[in-house]
């Protein structure tokens, strides 16, 4: 008659069913399971109900407590001696050894079948089921003789008052436990207490289970069932689990008796609690099935039903953090966790529980790990913390238990943070949240999650100097900051068409230049830059849309705005008539372009660098020199008008006079780089300019170095390039505006050689009247679209000046600079331009405004005729310098290879180093956290036991191209760029 209980070792639970929840038995019977012997038998389903049948009915014998295995052990049976009434028998085995001594002495001529020895202490479960065996053949023998059922000793024994088992009890059966804390192969048992409204347990009804071996984090027991009469008035049922081998309590639960339903039959995996006493990692629950025949029947849900608004706020908060995590993977390359978790929901009166296992991360170096990193784990107001790990990849393997009330399920979001400790303080690296009440209940989910940084996590802190100030970190080489193209701000110096301008800013604050009307201008601009702001906030901000209609005054504004910004464009250099525009060369004319609360927010340039500079200890004209210049012009014009270059060389011969001989770091930026390459040439020509380079340059710094030129600025020049401002540029004023630039070649891509693995391939694609696209060159495509100035610029300035151009193919500026340090850091796997597709039109080129046929592989093709190089890229320099094909793509604005053109001279160079960071942004570098520490790592001096300590960085990993060549970022990122075609 044993009915054995469905096992739970999978990831499921096994089908809780109302049919499964107690084992049933034949038909109008119950199987009652043997307390701690692993067998059931079968109980009438009345109680002391009369029956129709004469025949003695065997007893079914039941093994009803653990408590004490000697004794005291209780047996329950039922009989019906004569065929009549059944009677429901509990017994201690003592009383029933005391009924065999009593028959044994009154018919000592009857032969009584053997009757159990007494035991002590532990047993296993064949000894107690063998004990539980010879009573039920002892028991169905003396009843079934006609002569023995005549004595008054064992009518008194059936009949007697103390041996009815009352109508109406709680039982209880310990199905099975699941506990991720214990060793596998452990043996466990389970404690049932009654307790008292004192909370005292009351001895008579303490139970113990079997031993059950654990199975993977489970264990089961075969049926076992636990009676507790009420008519001692019990308050609470408590459970407690052992582990035996070493012996260890794990934990324990109470469940009021008042909150049991009447007449059902219910399971529930209760979660376990540790207890004042005993402290230990309490991680698993058991599962009760429980029958209450206490009271008036009950009809009780069995799991939490959700109000429609409580699944509203489910889907809100779901929602809420897809979109966080959408707006956080712009600013950067994920980093992933490891997690195991398991819920089990609440029932309608019992509390729930959630399983969370945090076993490791990865890829954390792109989020430039150099101290201690670690997650809290945040669940209804209760955080949890893990150890922290000096690692860009650390373990953990740490448990965490966490309860779900059933009123709490709604609100139940568990986030997870890590973070990281270094000398800029706490930073997040990126959180994963999960909304429990959309997780599939009682099933394991065991996955890795990606995680991203926000955005501000991505910039400079801003208390990053102070710390480090505050660490001990100093000031060690004098540093000279040079801008890229529009990072300085330009003056008004004379002005015949609008003379109350003279004196404020052309670019880029068009606030103070006194138009009243232009001033909606201005709130667009203010606009865009607080929905950028907003982009790149955690917290969404939802402002007003505002349609800008541009009014005749506006029109007339903005044209004299244009201007006073462009150049003659007959030769690109000097001024158009009635009007000096001339750059602002303190240090204020390269932070910010329109200082502001508002403005500042978008037009910052060098400011947030600059400022942690300073914190840190760098003053200006003392160990720190700023070079804004004008940047619309070319670089022989900026010394013949400006002296630029001899200024500049006069500032280094200050700053390394002032530091006692300590050499300078030229750090540029952008266009900064090629006007940085500009100047080192222009002092190697001159006589004995080698000897002054050695003696007062110590390395170049280059940021975001447009080494090989940038294709972006090919189209502005062919097709104009509105700078983000359209509030600002008409598309015919950004053509002609670019176009009066003498500086605008500076940018144009040259080793077109270099760019390509087909070398078949160009910058530029010219549609036939086929229908096919015609490769042209960068001249070509300038001659086609009647950029014919900028052509003659090209030549003129730089291809015929000895200290940028030369032949094509070995042009000077393709050589190394006269540097023995380099330092290139710029950003990658952003999706760049490169390509482009043109119709002619009205003598010009015109982008094709459809999707171009042709494909490149690992290319993601616009409707707007742009082919943007993407993270599946193929890059000819990795195949040159490795041997062996890689892909990567540029920061958004200058291509890979352009960017990292820099390695081919790692044989001219001695100290070459390049740190490729993923996923940053052209502009956005400037302010970013892993650059600043990179920079710092290079021209600060850090306190004496940091030196101590010094070892290879760990923010960077071996890249591509050698172990001089670092990439912050997995080299395997796995992660598809909609529209990229793979290779």
């Known amino acids: 008659h ?20 107690f084992n049933s038995g034949p038909q109008g019977q119950v199987a009652h399971c043997a307390m701690g012997c692993g067998a059931s038998s079968t109980l009438p389903a009345g109680q002391l109900a009369a029956t129709a049948t004469k025949a003695v009915e065997p007893p079914r014998v039941t093994y009803s407590s653990a408590a004490k295995l000697g004794d005291d052990a209780v047996y329950e049976f039922v009989a019906r001696p004569d065929g009549g009434a059944a009677c429901h028998v509990v017994k201690r085995f003592a009383e029933l050894r005391q009924l065999h001594l009593q028959l044994k002495n009154v018919s000592p001529k009857v032969a009584l079948p053997a009757f159990p020895h007494r035991t002590w202490g532990r047993v296993s479960k064949d000894v107690v089921e063998q004990r539980r065996r010879m009573l039920q053949i002892y028991l169905d023998t003396v009843l079934q003789n006609e002569q023995l059922r005549q004595l008054p000793a064992l009518t008194t024994f059936l009949t007697a008052p103390d041996g009815l088992v009352p109508a109406k009890r709680l039982t209880v059966q ?86 049991i339903p009447s007449g059902q039959q219910l399971q529930h995996w209760f979660p376990l609690h540790p207890s004042t006493q005993f402290r230990s990692c309490v991680c698993g629950s058991v599962l009760l099935a429980l029958h209450n025949e206490i009271g008036e029947n009950s009809v009780v849900p069995a799991s939490v039903i959700l109000t429609e608004e409580d699944i509203q706020l489910v889907e809100h908060r779901k929602a809420a953090h897809e979109e966080r995590v959408q707006q956080q993977s712009r600013f950067g390359a994920p980093a992933s966790i490891h997690l195991e978790y ?22 954390l170096e792109a989020r430039g790990i150099t101290d201690a990193v670690y997650c809290e784990i945040t669940m209804l107001g209760v955080t949890y913390r893990t150890t922290s790990h000096h690692s860009d990849a650390p373990v953990w393997n740490e448990p965490f238990f966490l309860y779900v009330q059933p009123n709490e399920v709604a609100q139940a979001t568990l986030r997870l943070t890590v973070r990281t400790k270094d000398r800029f303080g706490v930073h997040c690296l990126g959180e994963v949240g999960l909304v429990l009440a959309s997780l599939q209940p009682n099933v394991r989910h065991d996955m890795w999650h990606d995680i991203y940084a926000e955005a501000s996590e991505s910039q400079i802190p801003k208390r990053a100097a102070r710390l480090l100030r505050d660490a001990g970190w100093q000031p060690n080489l004098p540093i000279v900051l040079v801008p890229g193209f529009a990072s300085t701000a330009l003056k008004i110096v004379h002005s015949e068409p609008n003379p109350a301008w003279e004196g404020e800013l052309a670019w880029l604050s068009i606030s103070r230049l006194g138009s009243e009307n232009f001033k909606r201008i201005q709130a667009a601009v203010g606009s865009a830059a607080a929905t950028l702001r907003s982009k790149l906030s955690s917290k969404k901000t939802t402002m007003p849309e505002e349609k800008f209609t541009e009014t005749l005054e506006d029109s007339r504004f903005r044209v004299s705005l244009m201007q006073h910004l462009m150049l003659n464009p007959n030769d690109g250099c000097s001024d158009p008539q009635g009007i000096q525009v001339r750059a602002i060369t303190e240090k204020i004319g390269a932070m910010y372009l329109d200082p502001g609360n508002v403005m500042s927010m978008v037009s910052w340039v060098l400011g947030p660098l600059i400022e942690n500079l300073e914190e840190l200890g760098y003053v200006e004209g003392i160990n720190m020199e700023v070079c804004p210049y004008d940047w619309r012009l ?13 200024l500049l060389k006069q500032k280094v011969e200050r700053l390394v006079a002032v530091n006692n001989g300590k050499k300078v770091c030229l750090v540029g930026h952008s266009m900064g780089n090629r006007t940085i390459q500009y100047f ?12 002054w380079l050695e003696s007062h340059v110590e390395s170049f710094v280059a940021v975001g170095p447009p080494f090989l030129g940038a294709p972006k600025a090919l189209r502005s020049l062919v097709s104009g390039d509105r700078l983000g401002i359209d509030a600002l540029i008409g598309k015919q004023e950004a053509i ?43 001249q070509e495509a300038l001659s086609l679209s009647g950029a014919m100035k900028p052509l003659e610029f090209l030549h003129k300035y730089y291809l015929d000046s000895p200290l940028f151009g030369g032949p094509e193919g070995h042009e000077v500026v393709l050589d190394a600079p006269p540097v023995k340090r380099l330092l290139a850091i710029y950003g990658v796997n952003l999706p760049t331009e490169k390509m482009y597709f043109f119709k002619e039109s009205n003598n010009t080129l015109a982008l094709r405004s459809a999707k171009p046929s042709m494909t490149f592989p690992g290319y993601k093709m616009s409707k707007k005729g742009i082919a943007f190089e993407t993270e599946l890229t193929p890059q000819p320099n990795i195949l040159q310098q490795t041997g062996v094909e890689g892909t990567r793509s540029g920061d958004g604005t200058v291509p890979y290879e352009s960017l990292n053109y820099c390695a081919r001279w790692k044989d001219k160079i001695p100290d070459l180093k390049i740190q490729e960071l993923n996923k940053v942004e052209h502009r956005d570098i400037l302010k970013n956290k892993l650059f600043w520490q990179l920079l710092i790592d290079h021209i600060a001096s850090a306190p004496p036991e940091a030196v101590s300590q010094a070892e290879e960085p760990t923010t960077a990993v071996s890249g591509p191209l050698g172990s001089a060549i670092n990439l912050i970022c997995p080299d395997n990122v796995e992660q598809d760029l909609v529209g990229a075609e793979k290779p």
């Not at 999978?10 to 499964?20: F, M, Q, W």
């Not at 398991?342 to 890829?363: D, Q, T």
């Not at 040259?750 to 530029?764: L, T």
Request: with cysteine.
């Open 2 to 21: 044993c009915h054995p209980v469905v096992g739970a070792h999978s990831d499921t639970d096994p089908d809780l069913t109302t049919e499964n929840r």
């Open 174 to 259: 310990v199905v099975a436990c699941q506990q991720y804390c214990i060793g596998e192969h452990s043996r466990v048992t389970c404690r049932l207490s009654a307790l008292t409204h004192e909370q005292q347990v009351m001895r008579q009804y303490a139970y113990r289970t079997s031993l059950a071996e654990v199975q993977g984090s489970y264990c089961n027991w075969t049926g076992e069932n636990f009676i507790f009469p009420v008519e001692d008035n019990p308050e609470a049922l408590e459970v407690s689990l052992w582990r035996i081998t070493p012996p260890r309590y794990v934990g324990a639960f109470r469940v009021e008796l008042n909150n």
């Open 342 to 363: 398991f819920y089990r929901p609440p029932s309608a009166l019992w509390e729930g529980s959630f399983y969370l296992k945090v076993s490791n991360a990865k890829n």
């Open 634 to 646: 070319p670089p022989h014009y900026l010394e013949q008008r400006d002296l630029f270059f001899s």
């Open 680 to 691: 080192l040439r222009f002092v190697e020509a001159q006589p004995g300019g080698s000897e």
């Open 736 to 778: 002609d505006f670019g176009r009066s630039l003498g500086s605008a070649p500076h940018l144009l891509p040259i080793g077109q050689e270099y760019y390509f693995h087909d070398k078949g391939c160009s910058f530029v694609y010219v549609e036939q009247v086929s229908g096919d696209y015609k490769p042209v060159s960068v």
